[in-house]
């Protein structure tokens, strides 16, 4: 269900210089290529996270900035790559040169209590950029810190932990890892640490590269037809769905249909309403790609326990406009699902030999025909414990693009809910909203006339 916009709220952030924390101890000198997968174009960007801390008793008189910082040179010794620096080599290959430099870190406070963001918390989150603040020459991908982070203290006692990780480095699983490990030696419990792996090689193309099957992910889209995602005018909202928009939402499917997962069905339902919202050609082709953790999805598993690498693909469903629109939700949750099982242990290796043949540099069409979503309800980010307890709020900080992200949430009464983060020029994200209400109004289909019938294929 759609959410009414946040109250602006303004605040004031001080800042302390931002300062580099290496590992409490040496650790070794070397350079480690990143894997095939790791370090393709699509993945070069820096992505953030947020989370959001109450004020707790036990803690009174702890900075937790402080707390946080010594935590994370101890937890750099055993993720020491994460103090090195990205070189490119031979082809432009990633590699991380372990030299130890660290990571850029950021102690802050703000005049402003966690009362005061709201009943809600939900992104996007006002004076983002005072919360994580984007330190000069910090950003880039050569030669630059691999992680940002601040801790800012709140006049309640409470605190906000964001963080801007490199995409190559990892993923939301692997980043869940290292903090993880930082809020254990915070907690003073070492002991309950997952042992980092890097084996980067695993995800590495095999010899002789060959590109065994199609990877629309990547397809060239024209841009005489697609309209380019604009840079300018654009607003980032969120939406909830509870038990009751999902129940809602299920009973618009045939019976042989709604045994989809929750995940399916809000990602058939969100690539239908933003497909509409955008207003292009009905001939226009489209495409939606789900990012999929492969860490468990075979068995024997292909990655081993403690990896840290980035683990996902994000193979493409492609219909046209006029086909969603014209087909019932169904239609939309059965590409999902035929995206969902097209990710393989060939296709992985397929994608890999796609990088080494040249394919290195192509990135996921950047045009609004084009959406990303990311699933983090099953991440469980929100148990990171650095000493006081739960988040409040943790997952992404903002939609990034064309990616969206399904973040768990709760409501003030505890109800769990999954929160939707979507970022669209202001125009369309208006139509947007209008759709997922249209939508949620729709009669559900009568069981006992309806039957599975042919629709429309998939180009």
Not at 45 to 71: L, N, W
Not at 280 to 298: G, H, L, Q, T, Y
Not at 359 to 379: C, E, H, W, Y
Request: neutral net charge; glycine residues 6%; aromatic residues 8%.
């Amino acid at each position: 269900m759609a959410t009414p916009s946040v109250v602006p709220l303004t605040f004031t952030v001080r800042r302390c210089e931002p300062e580099l924390v290496a590992p409490a101890k040496p650790t070794p000198r070397e350079q480690k290529p990143l894997s095939d997968i790791d370090d393709q174009a699509s993945l070069r960007f820096q992505i953030p996270f947020i989370h959001i801390y109450r004020h707790h008793p036990s803690m009174e008189g702890k900075d937790p900035a402080d707390v946080i910082k010594a935590a994370l040179a101890q937890t750099l010794v055993l993720y020491y790559p994460f103090a090195g620096r990205l070189r490119e080599g031979a082809n432009g290959k990633l590699i991380v040169d372990c030299n130890g430099e660290g990571v850029m870190f950021i102690k802050a406070e703000a005049d402003v209590t966690l009362q005061q963001f709201g009943d809600e918390l939900r992104p996007p989150f006002p004076c983002f950029d005072q919360l994580l603040f984007d330190v000069p020459g910090s950003e880039g991908m050569i030669n630059c810190p691999l992680l940002l982070i601040q801790v800012t203290r709140l006049r309640c006692g409470g605190f906000i932990y964001a963080t801007r990780l490199n995409h190559v480095m990892t993923d939301g699983p692997g980043i869940k890892q290292f903090m993880s490990a930082v809020a254990a030696m915070a907690r003073g419990q070492p002991s309950h640490l997952i042992p980092p792996v890097w084996e980067r090689h695993l995800l590495d193309a095999p010899h002789p590269p060959q590109v065994t099957l199609k990877h629309h992910e990547y397809d060239e889209v024209e841009l005489s037809t697609a309209t380019p995602w604009p840079s300018d005018n654009l607003v980032d909202r969120s939406f909830f769905f509870g038990h009751t928009e999902v129940s809602l939402l299920r009973s618009l499917l045939p019976p042989h249909v709604r045994r989809c997962t929750k995940f399916e069905l809000l990602t058939a339902f969100l690539w239908r309403c933003r497909t509409l919202a955008i207003n292009i050609d009905p001939d226009e082709e489209v495409r939606m790609m789900s990012i999929i953790n492969a860490r468990f999805k075979f068995n024997p598993p292909i990655l081993p326990p403690g990896y840290y690498g980035n683990g996902f693909l994000f193979p493409a469903a492609i219909t046209t406009v006029k086909k969603l629109r014209e087909n019932p939700l169904g239609y939309a949750v059965g590409l999902v699902q035929q995206a969902k099982a097209s990710l393989t242990e060939e296709y992985m290796k397929s994608v890999a030999a796609l990088m080494v043949n040249g394919g290195k540099q192509l990135v996921f069409p950047n045009v609004m025909g084009s959406f990303i979503i990311s699933d983090l309800t099953r991440a469980s980010l929100d148990e990171l414990d650095f000493g006081w307890g739960k988040a409040a709020f943790a997952g992404n900080a903002k939609a990034v693009g064309v990616i969206s992200f399904l973040t768990p949430t709760k409501s003030k009464k505890g109800e769990a809910r999954t929160l939707v983060s979507i970022c669209l020029p202001g125009q369309a994200m208006e139509r947007f909203a209008e759709e997922v209400d249209n939508m949620l109004k729709q009669q559900p289909i009568d069981d006992t006339k309806s039957k599975p019938k042919l629709i429309s294929s998939a180009l």
